[in-house]
């Protein structure tokens, strides 16, 4: 969960710095959060949904499927890594583009890069802590962050800067 809590963390000096989500909040007229409370309930219930369609489905039946069915057991660990690597441009992928195309171009390819790194990186923590902690962890990692990100700093928005 700490790992979480910096990813937030940093998502949020990120946004300070680039300004991105008052721009997509400008052009769409509302909030990228959902309100508090709701939040509590939304972010909860996201962070389970999505680790388990980015590393509870794909990696294990994939991993089973390369190394167990085709590999006869070999190269495990490999196949892990490079679906680790992998599954974590998901999100920054089919997240991160539209969120760009939504923009206009008003936000940077710079301020871009910044946010697909950071996604990237958060993502692949949690596969690491997938790989040596299970569902709970890659879960764990994803709540810590909405916690910060989206519950907390949804909040701050919502009701501290109005």
């Not at 499927?65 to 490079?82: C, D, E, H, P, T």
Request: a positive charge.
């Amino acid at each position: 969960m700490f790992v979480g809590v910096a990813f937030g963390t940093c998502a949020i000096l990120i946004d300070q710095i680039t300004g991105a989500t008052s721009i997509l909040a400008a052009k769409v007229g509302s909030d990228f959060n959902v309100g508090f409370p709701g939040s509590l309930f939304v972010y909860t219930g996201g962070a389970i949904k999505l680790e388990s369609v980015f590393r509870i489905i794909p990696i294990p039946i994939i991993l089973w499927l390369g190394s167990s069915v085709f590999l006869k057991g070999r190269a495990q660990n490999k196949i892990f890594w490079i679906l680790a690597v992998l599954t974590s441009a998901v999100e920054p992928i089919i997240q991160g583009i539209p969120l760009m195309q939504l923009a206009g171009g008003e936000i940077g390819g710079l301020s871009f890069a910044a946010y697909a790194i950071h996604a990237y990186a958060f993502n692949f923590a949690s596969a690491v802590c997938f790989r040596f902690y299970g569902l709970l962890g890659a879960v764990l990692v994803r709540f810590g962050n909405y916690i910060i990100w989206h519950i907390g700093f949804g909040f701050y928005l919502q009701y501290l800067t109005s």
